[in-house]
């Protein structure tokens, strides 16, 4: 099987969310946003591992991140996984590999954003996710998702030239990741964690995280690359459906509403979800 395959395979297994939309990607970016998308889900993978320490996290998470700023590579990052072999999942063990999928021009761009996101990973990891202001709540979204549009709109750059708005792409980002907070927050609470800043109830996160997706409208609606536009309507328009689901008093979108949603957006029929 052909690697570039295996890591197709492995984004179907880590996210049906972007599976689709990173597989209608012409060649080139595709290789170039799985890559991405994989490396970063291999460092979320150790942020929310339930069986690892915080001082294993810690450590790994900033192990990595120095690894990537000097372009370190396969055997490096094996290396630094190699005590935690028996737990780490796959998709976090073979991170070297997917770094190695984007095309060599990109590669940089890859690292230097997945190494911030693993250092401020590790600095949240370390204050055991203490969030008590919407800043609080700020900072951590940038790390964990505002850096993802950020990485995005310099891949965007890089295919086609692309230019879009910074800011409104953190905003894509943040906007993703409240929806998900607010979907996994009996989860989170269960293991101890609360991303709901001090007095926060739920209306506050609703709010929060449409002002985001208003951002999130927004930075989707100034794209002109076709390619581009497609690959963000996707994930975008199943947030505002999981979080209209969400305040209706459902645990989550239903399988064929997801369906429903990305047959409309794309015009094709898929079994992915």
């Not at 291999?42 to 690892?52: M, Q």
């Not at 120095?66 to 998709?91: N, W, Y």
């Not at 709901?196 to 709010?207: A, I, Q």
Request: charged share 25%; proline share 3%; net charge negative.
């Amino acid at each position: 099987m052909e690697f570039n395959q295996e890591a197709m395979d492995m984004l179907r297994a880590t996210s049906r969310t972007f599976f689709i939309p990173i597989n209608r990607l012409p060649a080139g970016l595709k290789e170039a946003v799985a890559s991405s998308y994989l490396c970063m889900r291999a460092i979320d993978e150790i942020e929310d591992h339930p069986r690892l320490s915080s001082e294993a996290k810690v450590d790994l998470l900033r192990s990595v991140g120095a690894i990537l700023e000097k372009s370190g590579g396969d055997m490096e990052l094996r290396t630094a996984f190699d005590s935690h072999q028996s737990v780490l999942p796959e998709v976090t063990l073979r991170m070297g590999e997917w770094a190695g999928l984007a095309p060599p021009s990109v590669q940089s761009i890859v690292y230097e954003k997945t190494a911030t996101m693993a250092k401020g990973m590790a600095d949240w990891v370390s204050k055991g996710w203490n969030i008590h202001t919407e800043e609080d709540l700020d900072q951590y979204t940038f790390y964990v998702a505002g850096l993802v549009g950020l990485l995005l709109n310099d891949l965007w750059e890089w295919y086609d030239g692309t230019k879009a708005d910074r800011q409104l792409a953190v905003g894509y980002g943040r906007g993703l990741q409240a929806v998900n907070i607010v979907r996994n927050r009996k989860e989170d609470l269960a293991r101890g964690v609360d991303f709901f800043p001090d007095g926060w109830e739920w209306e506050e996160m609703f709010s929060y995280a449409r002002r985001n997706l208003a951002m999130a409208d927004d930075y989707t609606n100034r794209i002109e690359s076709k390619p581009i536009l497609d690959f963000c309507k996707i994930p975008l328009t199943l947030a505002h459906g999981t979080l209209r689901a969400l305040e209706a008093g459902k645990t989550k979108l239903s399988r064929d509403a997801v369906k429903r949603l990305v047959r409309k957006i794309t015009g094709e029929y898929s079994e992915s979800y």
